[in-house]
């Protein structure tokens, strides 16, 4: 029994298999490296990038990115031998910066992560101080900064409409039929012998740049109003916080609703087809870049 606690139940045999420790003849020799300082290295890496681009411009997957993070971070705990003490430092940053950030995540439907819940049941470290509480005083406090952030709400949708309309107005000219990236006349004639077709990306290099820059701008644009208006209709529903349908946020809604549809009109409706110009010559770029590679072999 001791010897299965040892091998089985303390993950021994999975150790070993990931960190290979065996000499060229099979025999067992102290590994190259540990497994569970690798995915210590990791998870500060990966947890660091991640907060770092929440709640800015250019977040994007972020907020789910991190549920990965602490599911490493369990990972670690459990592959870490018992003569070895955890890493306090990374516990109290997965404990106090994700959740200040982001109390509640929808994962799908009403299945719902709180970080700070999540590593009570599955990775507990009450030797650090500050990072242990029960999951009621877990909730209630995700509930009060939710409320807290309830005042900042209308300012933070207010700064993503006028970047939006900024937007709007720019892209109304950068991505016009004038404007739009230009492409060979020979696209729409012959037998569509794309190898054959040459191309050199130089002579619209600057109009490609310009309406990429202008796309991804706008995307970068609708993901912002659609993390907000997610995050602040999911938080009141996980929590069981009631949205007062009086209040001024409902205007608020509305605005993120309408920057939504207005950058996916101005894309994929009055600018469709520099959006198609600019997706035709980057695909152009990529293949001659794909046979470039291959010239060798032919």
């Not at 040892?6 to 003849?25: A, Y």
């Not at 209630?140 to 952030?149: D, E, H, R, S, T």
């Amino acid at each position: 029994m001791v010897q299965l606690d040892f091998s089985l139940m303390s993950c021994r045999s999975f150790v070993s298999t990931i960190e290979q420790n065996f000499d060229p003849r099979g025999r067992f020799q102290e590994a190259g490296f540990k497994m569970y300082e690798k995915i210590h290295s990791i998870i500060n890496t990966l947890y660091g990038q991640y907060c770092e681009r929440i709640n800015t411009e250019h977040e994007t997957t972020e907020r789910l990115d991190c549920v990965g993070a602490y599911a490493m971070y369990v990972m670690y705990r459990h592959l870490l031998p018992n003569k070895v003490i955890p890493d306090a430092k990374l516990h109290k940053n997965l404990w106090s910066v994700f959740p200040s950030m982001c109390p509640v995540l929808e994962l799908y439907g009403p299945l719902y992560f709180i970080p700070r819940e999540f590593i009570m049941v599955h990775a507990p470290y009450e030797a650090v101080k500050g990072c242990s509480a029960d999951v009621s005083d877990i909730r209630q406090g995700a509930a009060a900064l939710v409320l807290k952030w309830d005042g900042s709400f209308k300012a933070r949708v207010n700064k993503i409409r006028l970047d939006a309309l900024a937007w709007l107005a720019i892209a109304d000219a950068e991505l016009s039929s004038n404007a739009a990236v230009e492409h060979n006349q020979d696209d729409d004639e012959g037998d569509g012998d794309f190898v054959n077709n040459e191309f050199n990306p130089v002579a619209s290099i600057a109009n490609i740049e310009r309406a990429t820059s202008c796309i991804l701008h706008g995307m970068k644009i609708a993901f912002s109003a659609a993390i907000t208006l997610r995050s602040q209709l999911i938080t009141h529903r996980a929590l069981g916080l009631k949205l007062d349908q009086n209040s001024e946020h409902i205007g608020s809604y509305v605005s993120l609703i309408v920057i939504l549809k207005a950058v996916e009109k101005m894309l994929r409706v009055r600018r469709r087809a520099a959006v198609f110009s600019f997706q035709r010559a980057t695909l152009k770029m990529i293949a001659s870049n794909i046979l470039k590679r291959f010239e060798t072999i032919r």
